[in-house]
């Protein structure tokens, strides 16, 4: 069978998703292994430090008692006269009460041959008194060296416990031993309330304390023959087979603490040896939760990888398709190239013309206001002749004060003009200045001076209602006479044919802080069919040939530059009942100036 690339190719994809997956178990799972390891090392050596604190304490404890037996006048005397029943019976009720209160396993006199002279057992079965104990190493080590220690099984008892020695001397000469018993079961009992197992080892390397019994008196290593002699001269674990325990040492974790196999488990074990005496305290911790627990976080680290891998294959899979929408994408781009660019063109042309377009609407309505300004021009300028030639004729007669009069007369005509020329100024070209607080009445009154000539000429009434008089807004001010200018001239021009003709302008301040001027009149209103047209361009209620309908599209655009909004509709019913008439009304909303700041 032939293998194809493709194939090959996948197969190498999901050899190496399982070699990532297997190497995310391995690892997390040594991860958590070690972590467990450190977190049950800590914890073991807490535990042998408060065992060892607590042991060693036991072990010193009955130091005390051979010292304060040799100062007794009872023990020296026995020692000097054994056959004496009386000192022998005294001696033994002595070291009753002693013991009592010592609370120590066993306490007894030897002689220096070795034999139990006195004990605080004398009147309970399986008593020492009596008894050879030369053999014992504690007896052998206080007769050699003044003290000793010895841990073994009792000769009579059959109890394992501590013991310790003290030669009682008489001017260089000994006289006997006294020895103390300690149990240390009550240590063991302790112990096994404690998580996992706890171990002493003595000199030989045998277990001799253990909360697990099938560990007592087994040797960790076979003993030698040289040990075994000892074993059974001393005697010290009774008749205990010593077993060697099957115990492999695994590895090294740190100092005193390493991974041991007993008896076939894993085990960590952690070490350190007494102060008081020649063994070494061992703690032993299963590590079968642990390497359970090892095993799950490597299945959770694999799962991850996997979820990460499946992860990387959708998103994958997600680009794979982003990539041939895209090449789609550009293929319908490519196909509407073409067109694209002749839409282009053609708006293109369309705005141009819808320029020019706007462009002659201005050129006209500035040629209609032209012609009505011409008399507005004429008068003034016929008066200021008539007053300069006067004041002529004044200054020869010295009239000064008729004079100054006719000058600033002649002045506030030149103002008119002034302002005059300035809307004509102002209509035809753009301002580029931002908005700025503009008097609502001035712009008013600016537009009624454009605007007299044609509502004389048709018999218009203006009528103003400002509240508060000083209301302003923020406008541009060149921008807001033209749109003022513009809808006050085609509502005098709809009123041409009515028989009541009002223009009225009102401007209030309302509650959401912004301007409202709305200018009505007593006109036919706006016909139904044009309404929803209004501000279309070229949307015209005129005659052939008397507007291009620009003019409200125009006044729209001006307002929304200065962030207000244009609006129109027919006057309704309730303003015919006052007598008002009929006919249209604009409202013009823009921000309202702050009242601090001055127009």
């Given at each position: 069978?032939?293998?194809?690339?493709?194939?090959?190719?996948?197969?190498?994809?999901?050899?190496?998703?399982?070699?990532?997956?297997?190497?995310?178990?391995?690892?997390?799972?040594?991860?958590?292994?070690?972590?467990?390891?450190?977190?049950?090392?800590?914890?073991?050596?807490?535990?042998?430090?408060?065992?060892?604190?607590?042991?060693?304490?036991?072990?010193?404890?009955?130091?005390?008692?051979?010292?304060?037996?040799?100062?007794?006048?009872?023990?020296?005397e026995l020692l000097r006269a054994p056959g004496d029943a009386s000192l022998r019976d005294a001696a033994n009720r002595y070291l009753a009460g002693v013991n009592a209160t010592a609370r120590a396993e066993m306490l007894y006199v030897l002689d220096a041959g070795g034999t139990s002279l006195a004990a605080s057992d004398w009147d309970r079965p399986g008593t020492t008194l009596g008894q050879d104990f030369s053999f014992r190493p504690y007896m052998i080590d206080a007769l050699a060296q003044g003290r000793g220690h010895f841990y073994g099984?009792?000769?009579?008892?059959?109890?394992?416990?501590?013991?310790?020695?003290?030669?009682?001397?008489?001017?260089?000469a000994i006289l006997g031993v006294v020895a103390v018993k300690i149990n240390l079961e009550d240590n063991e009992s302790a112990w096994r309330k404690l998580p996992g197992d706890v171990v002493v080892v003595d000199q030989r390397g045998v277990v001799i304390l253990s909360t697990r019994d099938d560990l007592k008196f087994r040797p960790l290593l076979p003993l030698d023959a040289l040990q075994r002699a000892e074993v059974l001269r001393s005697r010290p674990y009774g008749e205990a087979a010593l077993a060697p325990l099957r115990w492999e040492r695994i590895q090294a974790l740190?100092?005193?603490?390493?991974?041991?196999?007993?008896?076939?488990?894993?085990?960590?074990?952690?070490?350190?040896?007494?102060?008081?005496?020649?063994?070494?305290?061992?703690?032993?911790?299963?590590?079968?939760?642990?390497?359970?627990?090892?095993?799950?976080?490597?299945?959770?680290?694999?799962?991850?990888?996997?979820?990460?891998?499946?992860?990387?294959?959708?998103?994958?899979?997600?680009?794979?398709?982003?990539?041939?929408?895209?090449?789609?994408?550009?293929?319908?781009?490519?196909?509407?190239?073409?067109?694209?660019s002749m839409v282009v063109a053609?708006?293109?042309?369309?705005?141009?013309?819808?320029?020019?377009?706007?462009?002659?609407?201005?050129?006209?309505?500035?040629?209609?206001?032209?012609?009505?300004?011409?008399?507005?021009?004429?008068?003034?300028?016929?008066?200021?002749?008539?007053?300069?030639?006067?004041?002529?004729?004044?200054?020869?007669?010295?009239?000064?004060?008729?004079?100054?009069?006719?000058?600033?007369?002649?002045?506030?005509?030149?103002?008119?003009?002034?302002?005059?020329?300035?809307?004509?100024?102002?209509?035809?070209?753009?301002?580029?200045l931002g908005p700025a607080p503009v008097s609502l009445a001035h712009a008013i009154g600016d537009a009624r001076v454009i605007v007299a000539s044609a509502a004389e000429k048709h018999g218009v009434q203006i009528e103003v209602d400002i509240d508060p008089p000083q209301l302003a807004v923020m406008a541009d001010e060149a921008a807001l006479g033209s749109v003022l200018v513009n809808l006050m001239r085609n509502a005098i021009e709809a009123m041409e044919h009515m028989p009541q003709r009002v223009l009225r302008l009102e401007g209030r301040l309302g509650a959401d802080g912004r301007a409202v001027l709305s200018v009505s009149d007593t006109g036919p209103g706006i016909r139904d069919d044009v309404a929803p047209r209004l501000f279309e361009p070229f949307v015209t209620t005129k005659a052939a040939g008397a507007g291009l309908g620009l003019g409200l599209v125009l006044?729209?655009?001006?307002?929304?530059?200065?962030?207000?909004?244009?609006?129109?509709?027919?006057?309704?019913?309730?303003?015919?009942?006052?007598?008002?008439?009929?006919?249209?009304?604009?409202?013009v909303d823009l921000p309202a100036a702050p009242p601090s700041t001055p127009p």
């Open positions: 069978m032939t293998i194809t690339p493709r194939t090959l190719r996948s197969v190498l994809r999901w050899s190496a998703a399982l070699v990532l997956v297997a190497l995310a178990a391995l690892v997390g799972q040594r991860i958590a292994l070690q972590a467990g390891l450190a977190r049950l090392s800590e914890a073991a050596e807490h535990r042998l430090d408060m065992i060892a604190t607590g042991l060693d304490a036991e072990l010193t404890r009955f130091d005390y008692l051979p010292a304060l037996l040799e100062m007794t006048p009872v023990v020296p099984v009792g000769i009579t008892s059959r109890r394992p416990g501590y013991y310790l020695s003290y030669a009682l001397r008489r001017e260089q740190g100092p005193g603490v390493a991974l041991v196999r007993v008896e076939g488990a894993d085990k960590l074990a952690a070490s350190r040896m007494l102060r008081h005496a020649p063994w070494q305290l061992m703690t032993i911790d299963d590590l079968a939760a642990l390497r359970v627990g090892a095993r799950n976080a490597g299945a959770t680290a694999a799962l991850a990888m996997v979820a990460l891998l499946l992860l990387g294959v959708a998103l994958w899979q997600r680009r794979r398709a982003e990539r041939q929408k895209l090449a789609n994408q550009a293929a319908l781009q490519a196909a509407h190239d073409n067109l694209e053609r708006t293109a042309q369309l705005r141009a013309a819808q320029d020019e377009l706007v462009q002659a609407g201005k050129m006209a309505a500035l040629g209609q206001m032209s012609a009505g300004l011409a008399h507005e021009l004429n008068q003034p300028l016929t008066a200021m002749r008539t007053l300069s030639e006067s004041a002529a004729i004044l200054l020869d007669h010295g009239r000064d004060d008729e004079v100054r009069g006719n000058l600033q007369r002649i002045r506030d005509m030149v103002d008119r003009l002034a302002r005059l020329t300035s809307q004509l100024k102002t209509f035809s070209h753009k301002s580029r006044c729209a655009q001006l307002v929304r530059a200065m962030n207000g909004g244009l609006r129109a509709a027919n006057r309704e019913d309730r303003d015919k009942d006052k007598g008002e008439g009929g006919g249209a009304y604009f409202v």
